[in-house]
C-alpha cells in the first residue's frame, strides 16, 4: 500500500515537471529559475533511487523516480541555455550602447 502512494506522490511531482520544463524552455532566460532548487530536487530524486536500490526495494516505482530525475535534468540544461542567452542578450545590449 505505501508503494502505491509513493508512486501516486511521484506521479503528481512528476506531472509537473514537464509544464516547468516548457515554461522555462518558452521563456529563453533564467531570470525566476534557482538553480539551487534544481540541484536539490535532483539530489533528493538520487537519493531516492539509491534508496530503493540498497534497500532492495527495486519495484515499478523506481521507473517513476527516474523519469522525474531525467525531467527535472532537462531543466536543468534548459536552465544553462537560457543562462547562456541572457549573457548573450547583455553583451548585444553592452554592444549597442
Known amino acids: 500500500m505505501g508503494t502505491m502512494f509513493e508512486t ?10 514537464p509544464l516547468n520544463v516548457i515554461k522555462a524552455y ?4 533564467a531570470k525566476g529559475t ?3 532548487f534544481i540541484l536539490l530536487i535532483i ?13 532492495g526495494q527495486v519495484t515499478y516505482v523506481l521507473i517513476a523516480y527516474v523519469f522525474n530525475l531525467a525531467i527535472v535534468s532537462l531543466n536543468l ?5 537560457n543562462v547562456s542567452l ?12
Open 26 to 29: 518558452k521563456a529563453k532566460t
Open 8 to 17: 501516486i506522490m511521484l506521479l503528481c511531482f512528476g506531472a509537473s515537471w
Open 43 to 55: 539530489t533528493g530524486y538520487i537519493a531516492g533511487i539509491t534508496a530503493k536500490i540498497i534497500s
Open 86 to 97: 541572457d549573457k548573450k542578450r547583455v553583451m548585444e545590449a553592452e554592444a549597442h550602447a
Open 34 to 36: 534557482s538553480l539551487p
Open 77 to 81: 540544461v534548459i536552465y544553462f541555455h
